[in-house]
């Protein structure tokens, strides 16, 4: 994809659930100069919504993917000094709070998690199992280890663990010892060997069902490449630590390891924390975080028809009730 034709993509591209982010955000963005962070800049989509719904907040985006931090300052240019990229891993926000807020706090942060539209229609990122590239998968591609060294080094049961853990795939340890056997004769370099290495490894009867049978494998390889899951669990601690009393922190996720990390978190700061039975709660024990949602929202029929890439998405949003401490 060329740069121009990325930019034109970058204009027309609608992140999902986008009005109802926007809406669950708007109590905590009331005062003059609030500070939204968008955790995950992107293409720069729900920033460029809350910097137009929100004409008297500041944006500060977040990504460590070069490529998005350029692409997302030339679309959101037209709002000037109320945005700004800083290029790094969310797991670093607390930071970038610090370094964005003369208090060191902000009034809302947006997350939205996993890999982005740009990734996965730059076909040469190799993020996609349905296009030939070279297997990378780095969100960062200047840093780290590309997926294919990842696989040229690991055992079988290191491989094993991943895709089990990551993938949930079942048949991990069988195509772990493929991977290994197939390596020996030659490097895997590419998606497109890596795909057809997954056909080959999970049953026929196996692969009728549930999409395509890379779909775990790629996830998997993808989440250890980038350390999504400790950055994710390291991240939503500091964010909510760097929120004001009455702030909001909205969370869309796209995969059930994402979502029981932020649920469980978000579930932890909403219950008091005393004894059983104790008749009165210290205001130290109780609960620091209000669930904005119950449950977890999800896009309806008629965005999941136009938006394929939303049916999986689950939002869970909080507010801070006092300031936030681990339970």
């Not at 607390?94 to 208090?103: F, K, P, T, W």
């Not at 020996?184 to 196996?206: F, H, S, Y």
């Not at 890379?214 to 991240?235: G, H, P």
């Not at 630590?241 to 922190?249: E, F």
Request: aromatic share 4%; with cysteine; proline share 6%.
């Amino acid at each position: 994809m060329s740069a121009e034709t990325t930019r034109d993509a970058a204009q027309l591209h609608t992140p999902v659930l986008v009005d109802q982010c926007m809406d669950l955000l708007a109590p905590a963005l009331t005062r003059p100069d609030s500070l939204l962070i968008d955790a995950t800049l992107g293409m720069g989509g729900h920033t460029h919504a809350a910097l137009t719904r929100f004409p008297h907040i500041r944006v500060v985006g977040i990504d460590r993917d070069p490529q998005a931090i350029a692409l997302a300052s030339e679309r959101l240019r037209e709002f000037g000094q109320r945005f700004e990229a800083v290029n790094t891993t969310y797991d670093q926000i607390g930071q970038v709070i610090d370094d964005h807020s003369a208090d060191g706090l902000a009034d809302a942060v947006l997350m939205d998690l996993g890999v982005s539209s740009l990734q996965l229609d730059e076909t040469e990122r190799g993020f996609s199992y349905a296009h030939d590239a070279l297997l990378d998968m780095r969100m960062d591609p200047t840093r780290g280890r590309s997926a294919a060294e990842l696989i040229a080094d690991a055992s079988v049961q290191e491989l094993t663990d991943i895709l089990r853990t990551f993938g949930q795939e079942r048949f991990a340890h069988r195509i772990a010892t493929l991977i290994v056997k197939e390596r020996a004769e030659q490097p895997i370099t590419r998606t497109g060997q890596l795909a057809d290495l997954v056909k080959r490894a999970i049953p026929a009867p196996a692969r009728r069902t549930g999409g395509n049978p890379s779909k775990r494998t790629f996830q998997a390889l993808r989440i250890a490449v980038n350390n999504e899951l400790d950055i994710l669990r390291a991240a939503i601690p500091q964010a909510l630590s760097h929120l004001r009393v009455g702030g909001r922190m909205v969370v869309e996720a796209y995969q059930s390891l994402e979502d029981r990390i932020v649920k469980e978190i978000f579930a932890q700061g909403a219950r008091d924390n005393a004894p059983p039975g104790l008749p009165v709660v210290p205001e130290s024990m109780k609960a620091t975080l209000t669930l904005v949602t119950r449950g977890a929202l999800q896009a309806d029929s008629a965005e999941q028809e136009s938006n394929p890439r939303s049916r999986s998405v689950r939002v869970r949003a909080v507010e801070i009730r006092s300031p936030w401490r681990p339970q």
